[in-house]
């Protein structure tokens, strides 16, 4: 990543940080990604609340998540097989990462629904709804 990062003339640094309590200002971002992660948040909802706070009013957040199929056959197995999931990986793959990005206070740009209805490929805008 080093050597891209040098190419593109780009400074990078990587942290490790806790999602719930990110220890950047305020509208530090232009751009803030999250893949396959608030299913394995403790708080799904705080860190997507965080992710809206870094990012600058004019910014976006692009989610690339997975939950709860719109086929109702694979989704009734999803909510059955809940609890197993939880237990060998920590992961709740039957939410609903739109809703969670909701409650969070984001506006939804565009969500697009992939592989069996259980990817979701959000574009959100930190502006409150409402």
């Known amino acids: 990543m080093e050597d891209l990062s040098r190419q593109l003339g780009?400074?990078?640094?990587?942290?490790?940080?806790?999602?719930e309590h990110l220890e950047f200002a305020d509208a530090s971002f232009d751009t803030v990604i999250s893949s396959l992660s608030t299913c394995s948040f403790m708080d799904p909802?705080?860190?997507?609340k965080e992710m809206r706070r870094v990012v600058k009013p004019d910014g976006q957040i692009l989610l690339i998540e997975h939950g709860r199929s719109n086929l109702e056959w694979l989704g009734s197995y999803q909510d059955k097989h809940r609890n197993e999931m939880v237990e060998q990986g920590g992961c709740r793959w039957n939410q609903e990462p739109?809703?969670?990005a909701?409650?969070?206070g984001m506006k939804i740009i565009s969500d697009r629904r992939t592989l069996l209805?259980?990817?979701h490929s959000i574009q959100a805008s930190p502006a409150k709804i409402g």
Not at 10 to 19: N, S
Not at 45 to 48: D, E, F, K, Q, Y
């Open 45 to 48: 909802i705080a860190a997507l």
């Open 117 to 119: 209805g259980i990817f």
């Open 10 to 19: 780009r400074e990078v640094r990587f942290r490790e940080a806790d999602a």
């Open 98 to 100: 739109t809703e969670l």
């Open 102 to 104: 909701q409650k969070a």
